[in-house]
């Protein structure tokens, strides 16, 4: 194809009308964009050399190894660019620097910049104060033609830029930094002005067409083509497949401690040749369903189709929180309910699935479609879509020629391989307690350092991805950073009270989630309750009322300041956001024809304005029959709950909805509302711990779930997925993972030996069920009065402590000097004390190292690998321990194969592998052989 030809089909592949709020303005023509790709000379006409390469750097498409055909984003890109105009781009500049400001996700040396173009008092023609030398990069294409629009001084632009736009040489590396650039204190040449003109345009661009967000650049595309299939039969056929199979594995595992399960990105490593498999064997047949054409075979598995097969495998890879009730109710170690049948609990799961559906349609304007509703945790399933779909552009980053679907290949097969050793050869490694080693019946050092029943300060905690965990890559550094600030401030006071054995703590293991008898042995609730599982004063007058362990008592402390601080901040600093994202809710319900991206101009959100909305009605519909099956659910079965529990449940998720998803899609940090409604159910139905339960379920569900379907929109807002399909996908998935979640649950409770008990040798201890079936004994059964009153009075201050801390907090964050501000996040801090029971720090301390390497160093001084690599690397360690941890557990533990050695047994053999006891023995040192408040005096 010659040049002039390709230029006419470019004109084909990209329709441009102007405005970057209009949505036919990012819609391009997919097909003929990738198939005639332009070489460098033959884009950005109206730019010289040097101006294309700054452009290049920028975009981070300088690397690459053959500029004849450049990516399809940077055609797009250099066509915006020269149709934007200085003014528009101050503007768009201008509101990008009011709407991101203190944006924790926005880079500083990003915010500057915009700042510093917006106030540029030299030559806005493009000159700029500096002097110097540029080498350009010659492209050999036809003589560029300048207009007048855009005025250009040649002669001096070498001067202009000389220390912005590195010196490049044949063998030098395309992304190096000079010592020169890092002393100037930015960490790339783009951040200086040198060219205004240019440089205004480009940073508009980049917010009105693509992002604000690096991160998000990596992993979207700045244009969208409406016309590439989606919602076809092959993404029906291989989702529910694969969504089958990851629902089974990942229930099955899920009370496994740690966890293992088959993560999305292992999930979207069979979906892609199963499409492929599929896009080979299905006929190309069509054929007619009233007004609709069905295609089975509508030609190339598109990217589009992946990533919907992925939103409806994405509801398989968490299992419902209500499996811990039926667990709870059905199982002889906890309550032993024998009523609760199949029927029950099919109308159990599905309620409480189906209200965080119902909900999740109602929090898009506020949670969706905003910029700064970033959803961290969804990045790296788009940036493994992208190159496993998307053809790559060979390039050279910083030495590095190796394309992206190698390297997560490569790297999946390591972390494969490697799982092996400390998951089954050498498993002291896993949960390295090395310190404890060095004195295994050194009780106190156990406590302190210790892995098991420790607390877990160790600098070298784990050679284990499984504990360290791929969170370190994805979620922000000033998120992980703060997180374990707050679990060091928990560490230090859970010392305290355990060594001061306050509230006699000091009869109990240190660090256990279990509740316990006075006499330091595990409570069961069998014992104080009646045959319809309420509340025996009689019996409980004979054995007495639990006890927590230093850290639960910690924990508990930190959720109840959580909620009435996190309450109060949020809305203090974000109240205006909060208010409009409020108004348009109910504009929506009052006006249902109201377009709900009415008033964002996210470029993404302009984008799906090319696609039909899910109205709000559909979603209330699912909000009306989940009710009505929980209803039914408590109506047909000795549930012991009234139904007002339902609507109160909904009612105070209404409530905490905003505040709680707002501060999780901008910043990865999330809690639920168990704790609280545990509480108000407590004291409104007191000795009821199935009532207490059931609304607890329903109070967390509905807002963990509805977060968990707001995560699948926001990957269908950055594909482009008509927001139908994935309703559609959503709807057919949850209905699917629900009826087999329940099969493995049923399965395992009467067929796997010992399941949940402490001493299971498949180390299935269920750690979310036993903390919640403990909190429906202490917060239920034996009520939040008694607690309160008499066993753990200075928890209820905890209440007042958040709210009195939450206001110098806000002050602080308002008015105090900003680089300490910015990055500030109380809530965070609060929520690292939750970490422990019967978690630890040696479960976080990795992560914060792998967090600073790659999420502060890499990202900052190395922006083009980190944009290519960083996503994919996480994704390739979870594949590669997915992988690894299902062949491990059939092949050598299920039927028991393991090797003993020293290296699998020393980490059990002092104190920490068997901490079932405090420092302090009730039978030898408590009066009458038993701690707390005395028999007849009972609480």
């Given at each position: 194809?010659?040049?002039?030809?390709?230029?006419?089909?470019?004109?084909?592949?990209?329709?441009?009308?102007?405005?970057?709020?209009?949505?036919?303005?990012?819609?391009?023509?997919?097909?003929?964009?990738?198939?005639?790709?332009?070489?460098?000379?033959?884009?950005?006409?109206?730019?010289?050399?040097?101006?294309?390469?700054?452009?290049?750097?920028?975009?981070?498409?300088?690397?690459?190894?053959?500029?004849?055909?450049?990516?399809?984003?940077?055609?797009?890109?250099?066509?915006?660019?020269?149709?934007?105009?200085?003014?528009?781009?101050?503007?768009?500049?201008?509101?990008?620097?009011?709407?991101?400001?203190?944006?924790?996700?926005?880079?500083?040396?990003?915010?500057?910049?915009?700042?510093?173009?917006?106030?540029?008092?030299?030559?806005?023609?493009?000159?700029?104060?500096?002097?110097?030398?540029?080498?350009?990069?010659?492209?050999?294409?036809?003589?560029?033609?300048?207009?007048?629009?855009?005025?250009?001084?040649?002669?001096?632009?070498?001067?202009?830029?000389?220390?912005?736009?590195?010196?490049?040489?044949?063998?030098?590396?395309?992304?190096?930094?000079?010592?020169?650039?890092?002393?100037?204190?930015?960490?790339?040449?783009?951040?200086?002005?040198?060219?205004?003109?240019?440089?205004?345009?480009?940073?508009?661009?980049?917010?009105?067409?693509?992002?604000?967000?690096?991160?998000?650049?990596?992993?979207?595309?700045?244009?969208?083509?409406?016309?590439?299939?989606?919602?076809?039969?092959?993404?029906?056929?291989?989702?529910?497949?694969?969504?089958?199979?990851?629902?089974?594995?990942?229930?099955?595992?899920?009370?496994?401690?740690?966890?293992?399960?088959?993560?999305?990105?292992?999930?979207?490593?069979?979906?892609?040749?199963?499409?492929?498999?599929?896009?080979?064997?299905?006929?190309?047949?069509?054929?007619?369903?009233?007004?609709?054409?069905?295609?089975?075979?509508?030609?190339?598995?598109?990217?589009?189709?992946?990533?919907?097969?992925?939103?409806?495998?994405?509801?398989?890879?968490?299992?419902?929180?209500?499996?811990?009730?039926?667990?709870?109710?059905?199982?002889?170690?906890?309550?032993?309910?024998?009523?609760?049948?199949?029927?029950?609990?099919?109308?159990?799961?599905?309620?409480?699935?189906?209200?965080?559906?119902?909900?999740?349609?109602?929090?898009?304007?506020?949670?969706?479609?905003?910029?700064?509703?970033?959803?961290?945790?969804?990045?790296?399933?788009?940036?493994?879509?992208?190159?496993?779909?998307?053809?790559?552009?060979?390039?050279?980053?910083?030495?590095?020629?190796?394309?992206?679907?190698?390297?997560?290949?490569?790297?999946?097969?390591?972390?494969?391989?490697?799982?092996?050793?400390?998951?089954?050869?050498?498993?002291?490694?896993?949960?390295?307690?090395?310190?404890?080693?060095?004195?295994?019946?050194?009780?106190?050092?156990?406590?302190?350092?210790?892995?098991?029943?420790?607390?877990?300060?160790?600098?070298?905690?784990?050679?284990?991805?499984?504990?360290?965990?791929?969170?370190?890559?994805?979620?922000?550094?000033?998120?992980?950073?703060?997180?374990?600030?707050?679990?060091?401030?928990?560490?230090?006071?859970?010392?305290?009270?355990?060594?001061?054995?306050?509230?006699?703590?000091g009869y109990l293991p240190p660090n256990s989630n279990r509740l316990f008898t006075n006499e330091g042995k595990p409570y069961s609730v069998t014992a104080i309750v009646n045959e319809q599982s309420l509340f025996d004063q009689?019996?409980?007058?004979?054995?007495?009322?639990?006890?927590?362990?230093?850290?639960?008592?910690?924990?508990?402390?930190?959720?109840?300041?959580?909620?009435?601080?996190?309450?109060?901040?949020?809305?203090?600093?974000?109240?205006?956001?909060?208010?409009?994202?409020?108004?348009?809710?109910?504009?929506?319900?009052?006006?249902?024809?109201?377009?709900?991206?009415?008033?964002?101009?996210?470029?993404?959100?302009?984008?799906?304005?090319?696609?039909?909305?899910?109205?709000?009605?559909?979603?209330?519909?699912?909000?009306?029959?989940?009710?009505?099956?929980?209803?039914?659910?408590?109506?047909?079965?000795?549930?012991?709950?009234?139904?007002?529990?339902?609507?109160?449940?909904?009612?105070?998720?209404?409530?905490?909805?905003?505040?709680?998803?707002?501060?999780?899609?901008?910043?990865?940090?999330?809690?639920?509302?168990?704790?609280?409604?545990?509480?108000?159910?407590?004291?409104?139905?007191?000795?009821?711990?199935?009532?207490?339960?059931?609304?607890?379920?329903?109070?967390?569900?509905?807002?963990?779930?509805?977060?968990?379907?707001?995560?699948?929109?926001?990957?269908?807002?950055?594909?482009?997925?008509?927001?139908?399909?994935?309703?559609?996908?959503?709807?057919?998935?949850?209905?699917?993972?629900?009826?087999?979640?329940?099969?493995?649950?049923?399965?395992?409770?009467?067929?796997?030996?010992?399941?949940?008990?402490?001493?299971?040798?498949?180390?299935?201890?269920?750690?979310?069920?036993?903390?919640?079936?403990?909190?429906?004994?202490?917060?239920?059964?034996?009520?939040?009065?008694?607690?309160?009153?008499?066993?753990?009075?200075?928890?209820?201050?905890?209440?007042?402590?958040?709210?009195?801390?939450?206001?110098?907090?806000?002050?602080?964050?308002?008015?105090?000097?900003?680089?300490?501000t910015k990055y500030f996040e109380p809530s965070i801090i609060i929520g690292g004390f939750l970490g422990f029971a019967p978690y630890n720090l040696s479960y976080s301390t990795g992560g914060l190292y792998v967090g600073y390497?790659?999420?502060?160093?890499?990202?900052?001084?190395?922006?083009?690998?980190?944009?290519?690599?960083?996503?994919?690397?996480?994704?390739?360690?979870?594949?590669?321990?997915?992988?690894?941890?299902?062949?491990?557990?059939?092949?050598?533990?299920?039927?028991?194969?393991?090797?003993?050695?020293?290296?699998?047994?020393?980490?059990?053999?002092?104190?920490?592998?068997?901490?079932?006891?405090?420092?302090?023995?009730?039978?030898?040192?408590?009066?009458?052989?038993?701690?707390?408040?005395?028999?007849?005096?009972?609480?």
């Open positions: 194809m010659t040049s002039s030809e390709k230029n006419i089909a470019n004109d084909v592949q990209i329709t441009s009308v102007g405005s970057h709020l209009n949505t036919a303005d990012h819609e391009v023509d997919l097909q003929a964009l990738t198939s005639n790709p332009l070489s460098i000379g033959e884009v950005g006409t109206t730019l010289t050399d040097a101006q294309k390469d700054f452009v290049l750097k920028r975009l981070h498409f300088d690397s690459l190894l053959n500029f004849n055909e450049l990516p399809p984003q940077a055609t797009f890109i250099f066509e915006k660019i020269e149709q934007m105009s200085t003014e528009e781009a101050v503007e768009i500049l201008k509101n990008a620097i009011e709407e991101h400001k203190d944006d924790v996700n926005i880079l500083d040396e990003d915010e500057e910049l915009w700042e510093r173009l917006v106030n540029y008092k030299g030559d806005r023609h493009g000159h700029s104060d500096e002097k110097g030398e540029i080498h350009e990069r010659k492209y050999h294409h036809q003589p560029i033609a300048i207009p007048n629009t855009v005025p250009q001084h040649p002669s001096t632009f070498r001067e202009k830029i000389e220390s912005v736009i590195y010196t490049r040489k044949a063998s030098s590396d395309s992304s190096s930094i000079s010592d020169s650039e890092i002393e100037s204190g930015h960490s790339a040449p783009y951040y200086r002005i040198a060219d205004w003109s240019l440089q205004v345009r480009l940073e508009a661009v980049l917010i009105a067409y693509w992002s604000p967000y690096p991160q998000v650049r990596a992993v979207v595309d700045p244009y969208d083509d409406p016309t590439i299939p989606v919602e076809t039969i092959r993404v029906y056929i291989a989702a529910a497949l694969w969504t089958g199979i990851s629902a089974v594995i990942n229930q099955f595992f899920t009370e496994r401690q740690p966890g293992i399960g088959l993560g999305m990105s292992v999930v979207q490593v069979f979906l892609y040749p199963t499409g492929l498999v599929l896009e080979w064997i299905l006929p190309k047949w069509s054929f007619k369903i009233w007004k609709w054409t069905i295609h089975l075979n509508p030609g190339p598995y598109s990217f589009k189709e992946q990533m919907l097969a992925t939103i409806f495998c994405g509801v398989s890879n968490g299992t419902s929180y209500v499996s811990s009730n039926i667990l709870m109710q059905k199982s002889e170690l906890f309550y032993n309910n024998q009523w609760v049948d199949f029927g029950y609990q099919v109308l159990l799961i599905l309620s409480t699935n189906f209200l965080g559906f119902g909900l999740s349609g109602v929090m898009r304007q506020f949670a969706v479609y905003p910029t700064k509703a970033l959803w961290p945790s969804i990045l790296p399933s788009l940036r493994l879509n992208k190159t496993l779909m998307a053809k790559e552009v060979r390039s050279k980053i910083n030495g590095w020629t190796i394309s992206g679907y190698k390297f997560f290949f490569i790297v999946a097969a390591i972390s494969f391989l490697y799982f092996w050793v400390p998951d089954y050869l050498f498993t002291a490694i896993s949960q390295f307690n090395w310190m404890t080693w060095i004195k295994p019946d050194n009780y106190d050092l156990a406590v302190v350092t210790g892995s098991f029943g420790g607390l877990g300060m160790n600098p070298i905690p784990s050679f284990d991805m499984n504990i360290i965990g791929t969170s370190g890559f994805i979620a922000p550094f000033y998120n992980i950073l703060e997180g374990y600030i707050g679990m060091l401030l928990g560490f230090f006071c859970i010392l305290g009270i355990f060594y001061s054995n306050y509230k006699w703590t009689e019996k409980y007058n004979e054995i007495g009322p639990p006890f927590y362990s230093a850290a639960n008592l910690v924990v508990y402390g930190a959720f109840f300041a959580l909620y009435p601080f996190h309450f109060v901040y949020e809305i203090a600093m974000n109240y205006k956001q909060m208010w409009e994202a409020l108004k348009s809710v109910f504009r929506g319900l009052r006006n249902f024809k109201r377009s709900t991206y009415e008033g964002f101009d996210d470029p993404h959100s302009v984008m799906m304005r090319a696609y039909p909305e899910v109205p709000e009605w559909a979603y209330l519909i699912i909000l009306i029959v989940s009710l009505v099956l929980a209803i039914l659910c408590v109506k047909l079965y000795p549930a012991e709950t009234p139904v007002w529990g339902i609507f109160f449940a909904l009612g105070i998720n209404f409530v905490f909805l905003i505040p709680l998803t707002t501060v999780q899609s901008r910043t990865m940090f999330g809690f639920g509302l168990n704790v609280l409604v545990e509480l108000i159910v407590g004291y409104a139905i007191p000795g009821n711990g199935l009532a207490l339960a059931f609304i607890k379920a329903l109070g967390y569900n509905i807002d963990g779930q509805a977060q968990n379907f707001i995560n699948d929109l926001k990957q269908g807002h950055y594909a482009k997925l008509p927001p139908r399909a994935t309703y559609r996908c959503q709807l057919l998935s949850v209905f699917i993972t629900s009826f087999i979640q329940l099969g493995i649950l049923n399965y395992q409770i009467t067929g796997i030996k010992d399941y949940c008990y402490p001493d299971n040798k498949q180390k299935f201890t269920c750690p979310g069920t036993v903390t919640f079936y403990n909190a429906s004994v202490l917060w239920g059964v034996i009520g939040p009065k008694k607690v309160f009153n008499g066993l753990y009075p200075i928890l209820q201050w905890c209440f007042l402590i958040g709210f009195l801390l939450a206001i110098p907090c806000v002050i602080f964050k308002k008015w105090g000097p900003r680089k300490l390497a790659f999420m502060h160093y890499v990202k900052r001084k190395y922006e083009a690998w980190w944009q290519k690599y960083d996503y994919l690397l996480a994704s390739g360690i979870d594949a590669g321990i997915a992988f690894s941890s299902i062949i491990i557990f059939f092949a050598v533990y299920y039927h028991d194969k393991s090797i003993s050695w020293w290296g699998n047994n020393v980490q059990y053999e002092g104190w920490d592998g068997s901490m079932t006891k405090g420092y302090l023995n009730a039978t030898l040192q408590a009066p009458d052989g038993y701690f707390g408040p005395r028999v007849g005096h009972f609480p």
